[in-house]
């Protein structure tokens, strides 16, 4: 399997609802982040797991939780967003000490 | 921290022209430097990238060409065809994990 998966494609909540986002690799990478992308801008670094260990928060609010449980598998638990939260949100991984990202399909959301 | 610029916003060329994307960055410290491409509502995907230790790389109709010295790298795309259409996107890196984007361009190429 050569790709990154992400679910759900397209995501509606509002601002009092918890959800969460889903992104899973069986590439063996062993890095994986999470972008944030608005219209027509370049996709914005939130957070980068290594070795399912939380290394880089670009000071992304707290209405936003990573979690990585294991190396294939990396989930964004949304709480409380505004409506300016609605982005496509990408997941990438990569291999350990390789800078070459991988992205998937991403996931829109919207938020109400 | 890094900083990547990226030139013009816009390009729109004929099918069967050549296509070039201007970056230039500002930390010196960078030294990997990949280019996506992004097609509407489709994924980020990698079309080619260079390392620091590297002047210029070829793949078929793309390459990709360093001058570490004056700090700017450059996409080029020959012999362009309509399925180019699409956002470029530079990017520049330090390190393993932190990618810094330039703000994109749009090409777009008439048949």
């Known amino acids: 399997d050569t790709e990154v998966t992400q679910t759900p494609k397209h995501l509606v909540m509002g601002m009092t609802n918890k959800k969460s986002l889903k992104c899973e690799q069986h590439m063996g990478h062993r890095a994986m982040y999470w972008y944030k992308q608005k219209a027509k801008k370049p996709p914005e670094l939130m957070f980068v797991?290594?070795?399912?260990?939380?290394?880089i928060n670009e000071s992304v609010p707290s209405r936003f939780s990573p979690e990585c449980p294991n190396s294939s598998l990396l989930n964004l638990h949304l709480h409380a967003l505004q409506p300016e939260d609605s982005a496509l949100y990408l997941c990438a991984s990569s291999q350990w000490r390789k800078e070459t990202q991988y992205f998937g399909p991403g996931t829109r959301l919207l938020v109400l | 921290g890094e900083n990547v610029e990226q030139h013009p916003s816009t390009l729109s060329v004929q099918e069967g022209d050549s296509a070039v994307i201007k970056c230039t960055y500002s930390?010196?410290?960078?030294?990997?430097f990949p280019w996506y491409k992004q097609e509407l509502g489709k994924r980020p995907q990698l079309i080619i990238d260079?390392?620091?230790?590297?002047g210029e790389k070829k793949d078929q109709r793309i390459a990709v060409t360093l001058n570490k010295t004056a700090k700017h790298f450059s996409l080029h795309i020959t012999e362009t065809q309509p399925e180019d259409s699409a956002v470029y996107f530079c990017?520049?890196?330090?390190?393993?994990?932190?990618?810094?984007f330039g703000t994109g361009t749009r090409l777009l190429v008439s048949p």
């Open positions: 930390d010196s410290a960078s030294n990997y």
């Open positions: 990017a520049a890196s330090t390190g393993f994990q932190k990618l810094v």
């Open positions: 260079i390392r620091s230790n590297v």
């Open positions: 797991y290594s070795y399912e260990k939380l290394s």
